[in-house]
């Protein structure tokens, strides 16, 4: 090729800057991006669990702001709401007597129900006419049905307005807003559905009511309406509408407490050791509760000596036959003195004596723990003196004399009571325990009246007074129901009662057998732990 040819061939240099520039990227392709300048879109499961979080939290929000419920019960103002809750449940504060809580459902969501106030007008006329309190079943059913309905609607517009508002803060999408009041009510729904499932109208029959120790017997109910109208829970919540009404109309005067008279009541108590603050508890019970007779396990000195004897006088004036057997931190002194006290029935070595029509049997500790120069005998030595029990037990059965309830201080004595009573107390282990022994005899083990007695100055909490109303049929002297009182320790300044049926007394149960004809251990109670014995567990 000749230089004029080579001259009118186009060279790189030559060349347009539009044609030269894509064979100048294709010499050198640019650097790849930064892993930083890359905007990665959100996974799909990050976005899900960004709207249920965002989702959960507007619709909490929600109901606190306004998903509450105005409703007229019968006579009183309430105000009814939906919380979020891991238990489930139904709580009725009766401000200021306290509040009443029940297992009604197990769902993620509690419902609160609040006393705002009583109407003067609507309870003045049934005050004037005390004939409509016949239809107040009627009107409350009405009433909390209404309430129901209502508290719905309110509870869909606030989960769902609230979900809906906060996802458009934060994600400023509308359809993504949309979705997330959508997905609200959609849990909503299945937490109603599941509290709607495990719904149990039969809780209202065992509540467990917080406040004034005074309010108890008036808002928690005597135990033979509990027992006989258990099957229709509409009429529960008349009558318990019916108290509160009658305690509001009171201006938080309590009413007078009127006993059932087909019920013999019966205040378990136990380990006092030396607390003052006892008896006046003690005393309160039995004036609330209307008390046929006090029942002490033992344990009621903290040494035993002859110093701590006037400490037991206060037992003669607490209105109620005292009925004492010995515990391991009371000595034969504190027995012989306490014999013979005026109103003060000791029992020993299986002796038996019948008290407000309830044959009750008994015996005292073997062992006397504070005396350190014997070597502890331990529960071989209670089991030995439980035997005692048992041959006064079977010489009674025999006779056509049956004992009622079994009484020794330590659980180990007590439980060779087993098919031999219906019923046997006994304490020691400063804790509640409940439970069918395999012949059928109820053990119930009290916790200590005393708080620990004043050793409970020593921990830094102090422990629980507690004390138990056992209500026993009149005619067959079986147990019926009972009350655990549960004060806040030293302070005193609130009572815990909670309300207990035995097996045989819930709706659609099958009579329990006789104890001797044996029964497994009750699941639907409370407490069906074995009682411990092991030395660990001992107080000392």
Not at 98 to 110: C, F, K, M, Q, T
Not at 216 to 226: H, L
């Amino acid at each position: 090729m000749d230089r004029a040819a080579r001259s009118r061939t186009p060279t790189a240099d030559t060349l347009p800057d539009a044609v030269r520039a894509p064979a100048s990227r294709a010499r050198k392709a640019p650097p790849p991006p930064l892993m930083a300048d890359v905007v990665q879109p959100p996974r799909p499961y990050a976005r899900a669990l960004g709207l249920i979080a965002v989702t959960v939290l507007g619709a909490w929000l929600g109901l606190l702001t306004l998903g509450t419920a105005h409703v007229p019960v019968g006579p009183m103002d309430t105000s009814m709401r939906l919380r979020p809750s891991l238990t489930g449940g139904t709580r009725i504060d009766v401000a200021p007597l306290g509040d009443l809580e029940l297992n009604s459902h197990y769902a993620p969501l509690r419902l609160d129900v609040d006393v705002d106030r009583l109407d003067p007008v609507r309870s003045q006329a049934l005050v004037d006419r005390p004939e409509r309190f016949a239809g107040l079943q009627a009107e409350v059913t009405h009433d909390i049905t209404r309430g129901a309905i209502g508290l719905a609607f309110h509870s869909c517009a606030a989960v769902a307005c609230g979900a809906a508002a906060l996802s458009l803060a934060v994600h400023r999408r509308p359809r993504r807003a949309l979705a997330a009041g959508g997905l609200a009510l959609t849990l909503l729904a299945a937490s109603a559905g599941t509290a709607y499932a495990t719904w149990n109208p039969q809780s209202v029959l065992e509540p467990k009511f917080s406040g004034l120790l005074s309010s108890a017997p008036s808002v928690v109910g005597n135990a033979r309406n509990i027992v006989s109208e258990f099957n229709v829970y509409q009429q529960e919540l008349a009558r318990l509408v019916t108290n509160m009404t009658k305690l509001y109309d009171a201006a938080s005067t309590l009413p007078v407490y009127q006993p059932d008279p087909s019920t013999i009541r019966v205040l378990h108590v136990s380990d006092i050791h030396l607390n003052p603050g006892s008896w006046r508890i003690i005393a309160s019970l039995v004036e609330q509760y209307r008390i046929n007779v006090i029942v002490d396990t033992g344990d009621t000195m903290d040494h035993g000596s002859a110093a701590e004897n006037h400490f037991l006088d206060p037992v003669s004036t607490l209105g109620a036959p005292y009925v004492w057997v010995r515990g391991n931190h009371d000595s034969r002194t504190t027995q012989k003195y306490l014999t013979g006290r005026r109103h003060v029935i000791v029992l020993d070595r299986g002796k038996v004596t019948q008290v407000a029509g309830v044959r009750i049997a008994g015996v005292g500790d073997p062992q006397f723990t504070p005396d350190r120069s014997v070597v502890a005998a331990g529960d071989p030595a209670e089991r030995t003196a439980g035997g005692r029990l048992a041959d006064s037990l079977r010489t009674q059965r025999l006779a056509g004399t049956p004992v009622d309830i079994a009484l020794a201080h330590n659980p180990a004595a007590a439980t060779e009571a087993d098919g031999l009573a219906p019923l046997a107390l006994a304490g020691h282990i400063h804790h509640r325990e409940n439970t069918t022994l395999p012949q059928g005899t109820r053990l119930m083990v009290e916790g200590s009246t005393g708080g620990g007695g004043l050793r409970a100055v020593q921990n830094k909490k102090p422990a629980p007074v507690e004390a138990s109303v056992l209500y026993l049929d009149r005619r067959t002297k079986r147990l019926q129901a009972w009350d655990e009182i549960t004060l806040g320790g030293l302070g005193l300044s609130r009572a815990e009662v909670s309300r207990h049926l035995p097996r045989e007394n819930h709706p659609g149960a099958i009579p329990s057998p006789s104890p001797s004809s044996g029964s497994s251990s009750d699941p639907s109670e409370r407490s069906t732990r074995s009682p411990s014995h092991s030395p660990g567990n001992r107080p000392r």
